[in-house]
């Protein structure tokens, strides 16, 4: 048997109670890791905002030609133009579409179409005075995604530049300028992806005059609302609690089993003589420079002294240097002695298989200075 093994088994039994606690430790984290991975809630909570619905809202705009000129022949219908001749052409027309993107629902639409002719202040915006007019409304009901509701409107340009110098003259000027444009309010209420919806909307068409012309300039807005939606999403357990979790456990369980063997085999202890064994070994490290390893001729020490049999190594060799001798090792039964005058001192070392040497000592070689 090995030193080192001895070491090891001494080191085991000495700290039995420590080791077989970290063990179980080892045992429990491997358990917990492992149910924590493979089994529980394993599921986080993420929230996004997602757009409920979007509205789509456009107005189309034209005039019909109804004066002969050199260019536009009479009936001719000029569409979505930057600029209109108000001679030529001067009644503006056309609708105002609304509809809405959403994943599902129905809603029912009221559309007003209003000619709104207003003062306002130039450095304030202040809004001095307000003249409306309807021009047309409609409803519509359980209108679906992808679908339209409209609304027509018709303005005579040249009556509304005719109404609007008149106005001003009636005030005796204005103090700022005067704006003219088509408002359209859209009323919509229902159910969209399952939420209920209720909302008013305003969008204009400018109507701006000059130089024989006027330009029709859309001002249209979309609405899209939008609402948090939490979703669970399954979280599956990382390298570490995958494989560390079972490789703990596994660790454990081999620590417990390996445990568990070696005291039903006796190998957590050391027996009396193999603590003797090893307190020997550790003892002829340390003495070596005390000690001399030979064989004894035949017939060396025929007449034997008295023998002392020494219980340690270390009185043998503080026995050596008293008597400023020597131990010598027997290299063939392993018996350290020390010989002087009187005597010969005797230590019996243990054996590695727990035997114990009785044969009679060989006289000792004498050392000679």
């Given at each position: 048997?090995t030193?080192?093994?001895?070491?090891?088994?001494?080191?085991v039994?000495?700290?039995?109670?420590?080791?077989?606690?970290?063990?179980?430790?080892?045992?429990?984290?491997?358990?917990?890791?492992?149910?924590?991975?493979?089994?529980?809630?394993?599921?986080?909570t993420?929230?996004?905002?997602?757009?409920?619905?979007?509205?789509?809202?456009?107005?189309?705009?034209?005039?019909?030609?109804?004066?002969?000129?050199?260019?536009f022949?009479?009936g001719?219908?000029?569409?979505?133009?930057?600029?209109?001749?108000?001679?030529?052409?001067?009644?503006?027309?056309?609708?105002?579409?609304?509809?809405?993107?959403?994943?599902?629902?129905?809603?029912?639409?009221?559309?007003?179409?209003?000619?709104?002719?207003?003062?306002?202040?130039?450095?304030?915006?202040?809004?001095?005075?307000?003249?409306?007019r309807?021009?047309?409304?409609?409803?519509?009901?359980?209108?679906?995604?992808?679908?339209?509701?409209?609304?027509d409107?018709?303005?005579?340009?040249t009556?509304?530049?005719?109404?609007?110098?008149?106005?001003?003259?009636?005030?005796?000027?204005?103090?700022?300028?005067?704006?003219?444009?088509?408002?359209?309010?859209?009323?919509?209420?229902?159910?969209?992806?399952?939420?209920?919806?209720?909302q008013?909307t305003?969008?204009?068409?400018?109507?701006?005059?000059?130089?024989?012309?006027?330009?029709?300039?859309?001002?249209?807005?979309?609405?899209?609302?939008?609402?948090?939606?939490?979703?669970?999403?399954e979280?599956?357990?990382?390298?570490?609690?995958?494989i560390?979790?079972?490789?703990?456990?596994?660790?454990?369980?081999?620590?417990?089993?390996?445990?568990?063997?070696?005291?039903?085999?006796?190998?957590?202890?050391?027996?009396?003589?193999?603590?003797?064994?090893?307190?020997?070994r550790?003892?002829?490290?340390?003495?070596?420079?005390?000690?001399?390893?030979?064989?004894?001729?035949?017939?060396?020490?025929?007449?034997?002294?008295?023998?002392?049999?020494?219980?340690?190594?270390?009185?043998?060799?503080?026995?050596?240097?008293?008597?400023?001798?020597?131990?010598i090792?027997?290299?063939?039964?392993?018996?350290?002695?020390?010989?002087?005058?009187?005597?010969?001192?005797?230590?019996?070392?243990?054996?590695?298989?727990?035997?114990?040497?009785?044969?009679?000592?060989?006289?000792?070689?004498?050392?000679?200075?």
């Amino acid at each position: 048997m090995t030193d080192t093994t001895l070491r090891l088994r001494r080191l085991v039994a000495d700290n039995l109670a420590v080791i077989a606690l970290a063990v179980l430790l080892v045992t429990g984290a491997g358990v917990v890791v492992t149910y924590g991975a493979y089994t529980g809630d394993r599921t986080t909570t993420e929230s996004s905002e997602t757009t409920l619905y979007e509205t789509e809202s456009a107005f189309a705009h034209g005039a019909t030609v109804a004066r002969e000129n050199e260019v536009f022949p009479l009936g001719t219908r000029l569409s979505d133009r930057s600029r209109y001749y108000t001679r030529i052409a001067p009644v503006a027309d056309g609708n105002y579409s609304f509809g809405y993107r959403a994943a599902s629902g129905r809603l029912d639409v009221d559309l007003s179409a209003t000619l709104v002719v207003r003062g306002v202040a130039t450095e304030s915006s202040e809004v001095l005075w307000t003249q409306r007019r309807p021009l047309d409304a409609g409803s519509t009901t359980g209108l679906s995604p992808g679908e339209t509701a409209t609304v027509d409107y018709r303005v005579n340009v040249t009556r509304l530049t005719d109404r609007t110098a008149a106005i001003t003259e009636s005030l005796g000027g204005t103090a700022g300028e005067v704006q003219t444009f088509v408002r359209v309010q859209s009323r919509f209420d229902g159910t969209i992806a399952g939420s209920r919806v209720e909302q008013t909307t305003t969008d204009r068409l400018a109507i701006s005059t000059g130089s024989g012309t006027y330009s029709l300039t859309p001002n249209t807005t979309t609405t899209a609302p939008t609402i948090e939606e939490t979703v669970e999403i399954e979280d599956p357990p990382g390298p570490l609690r995958a494989i560390g979790g079972p490789l703990l456990l596994a660790a454990g369980l081999i620590g417990v089993s390996a445990l568990a063997f070696a005291r039903v085999r006796g190998k957590l202890s050391l027996s009396s003589h193999e603590r003797d064994l090893l307190a020997y070994r550790a003892a002829r490290d340390e003495y070596d420079d005390w000690i001399t390893t030979g064989t004894l001729p035949a017939g060396v020490g025929d007449t034997p002294g008295e023998h002392v049999v020494v219980d340690e190594l270390e009185g043998l060799v503080d026995v050596a240097i008293d008597t400023d001798g020597r131990v010598i090792e027997n290299a063939a039964t392993g018996q350290l002695l020390v010989e002087t005058p009187r005597r010969t001192y005797r230590y019996d070392p243990p054996t590695a298989d727990g035997e114990i040497d009785d044969e009679p000592p060989e006289p000792a070689i004498r050392r000679i200075d």
